[in-house]
């Protein structure tokens, strides 16, 4: 009796061989606090945040941000200080976005505003933001190291020392020996 055998198609192999490559995942681009976006999605907020700024921001800038941004969120929750979603969409809308904001979009702009509030001395001098400065104050590199953050190997890997996101080098590349 013979058997008939059939080959699968060089798409399904070449994806199943690829597969083990991808670390966080075939579609996702990062995981943040359990959330996941595509690779698409990380590349389309940097797009966006490119557009209404007056430098094109790296992929890596748009995971660090939108990384650190809950924990910023989570020090302003409660204060007059803090940074709604319907905020960072008006802005991004008055800074000339075209077509929606994506969710990692917002989370990155989010950390901004954030940002533009710590380099406020007018904010800093205000009573009700001084135990969010005081706890912000006590956090480490490794504190931020620690943020529940995975990256694609693609765009690098979230750096345990709170340097971001870093590139990451495949080990079976070894540095040349000039």
Do not use: H
């Not at 199943?16 to 359990?34: D, K, N, P, Q, R």
């Not at 960072?88 to 904001?101: D, H, I, P």
């Not at 504190?143 to 080098?169: C, H, K, M, Y």
């Amino acid at each position: 009796m013979k058997r008939a055998y059939t080959f699968p198609s060089a798409a399904a192999v070449a994806a199943l061989a690829l597969s083990g490559c991808s670390g966080v995942g075939m579609t996702e681009g990062v995981v943040i606090e359990g959330t996941g976006y595509s690779v698409s999605e990380v590349q389309e907020a940097a797009e966006q945040l490119s557009e209404v700024s007056p430098e094109p921001v790296a992929v890596g800038t748009v995971i660090y941000q939108a990384g650190v941004a809950p924990l910023l969120t989570r020090y302003f929750n409660d204060t007059s200080y803090e940074v709604t979603e319907d905020d960072v969409r008006r802005t991004l809308s008055e800074a000339g976005l075209q077509g929606e904001a994506s969710d990692l979009t917002v989370q990155a702009v989010t950390f901004q505003q954030y940002g533009a509030v710590l380099g406020d001395q007018e904010a800093l001098a205000d009573e009700e933001l001084a135990p969010v400065i005081g706890e912000l104050q006590t956090l480490s590199p490794e504190d931020i190291g620690s943020l529940e953050v995975e990256v694609n190997p693609r765009f690098g890997s979230w750096s345990a020392t709170g340097d971001g996101v870093l590139p990451q080098v495949p080990e079976w590349i070894s540095p040349s020996e000039s």
